[in-house]
């Protein structure tokens, strides 16, 4: 199993600029979520998934939409990018509800917005 | 915030010292979770701990959860320098969304 893959591992964007962040998982959890990691700061949970279809807020939502159509996919796009934005993003996924399971994470994608 | 706290913010030690991180936190819990980072990488699960547990072991970890002082401590003994990473305690609470969160992290770094 390749476990939770992410793409782009790296990118710059200019602000203003849309992207894609893209997460897939083989090992057919339910359950999958996006996190992004600022310095001094720890993960916070930006947008999470229950199930193909369901789709929830988590701390940091604003700047970000997710949508969920298949069990092993979880993109995440940025509609128009900020400066604030800039930072690691991880996604996640777990067999269960993600509070009462094992998470396990994709290696993350670095992005830099100037 | 409902992040947990890790202390202290940075360890340093020699290899095959004990290596003790703490971590507090504020609402009741379901469960509470550590994780390692390694630099550049993504987060590894280590342990999960449910609030009926006191202790958990896995290897040279352990894990003990006391709910009355909403504390928790990760424990690592005979440390070596493959051990030098960040370490993140997670907890899930007994109300609201079922998800994790994370406290800002230990670095501990083991000194050949």
């Known amino acids: 199993n390749a476990g939770v893959t992410q793409t782009p591992k790296f990118q710059v964007l200019k602000t203003g600029q849309s992207m894609t962040l893209q997460c897939a998982q083989d090992?057919?959890?339910?359950?999958m979520s996006w996190y992004r990691q600022d310095p001094g700061m720890g993960l916070r949970l930006i947008h999470y998934?229950?199930?193909?279809?369901?789709?929830d807020q988590g701390e940091v939502p604003n700047g970000y939409n997710v949508s969920r159509s298949t069990t092993e996919d979880f993109p995440l796009r940025l509609l128009s990018a900020a400066p604030s934005q800039t930072s690691v993003y991880f996604c996640?996924?777990?067999?269960?509800?993600?509070?009462?399971?094992?998470?396990?994470f994709g290696p993350g994608t670095r992005l830099l917005v100037l | 915030s409902q992040q947990g706290e890790e202390d202290p913010q940075a360890l340093s030690i020699q290899e095959g010292e004990n290596a003790t991180m703490n971590c507090s936190y504020k609402?009741?819990?379901?469960?509470l979770q550590w994780y390692r980072q390694n630099s550049g990488r993504g987060l590894v699960h280590l342990i999960l701990?449910?609030?009926?547990?006191r202790e958990k072991h896995s290897g040279r970890l352990r894990v003990t959860l006391d709910t009355s002082k909403k504390s928790s401590s990760l424990l690592i003994t005979a440390s070596r320098a493959a051990d030098t990473a960040s370490y993140f305690c997670?907890?899930?609470?007994?109300?609201?969304?079922?998800?994790?969160?994370f406290g800002t992290g230990t670095r501990l770094t083991v000194i050949p």
């Open positions: 996640a996924s777990s067999y269960g509800a993600g509070g009462f399971e094992t998470q396990y």
């Open positions: 090992m057919n959890h339910e359950y």
């Open positions: 998934s229950v199930g193909a279809g369901i789709t």
């Open positions: 609402t009741s819990i379901n469960n």
């Open positions: 701990i449910r609030s009926n547990e």
């Open positions: 997670a907890t899930a609470f007994q109300t609201g969304a079922n998800n994790l969160f």
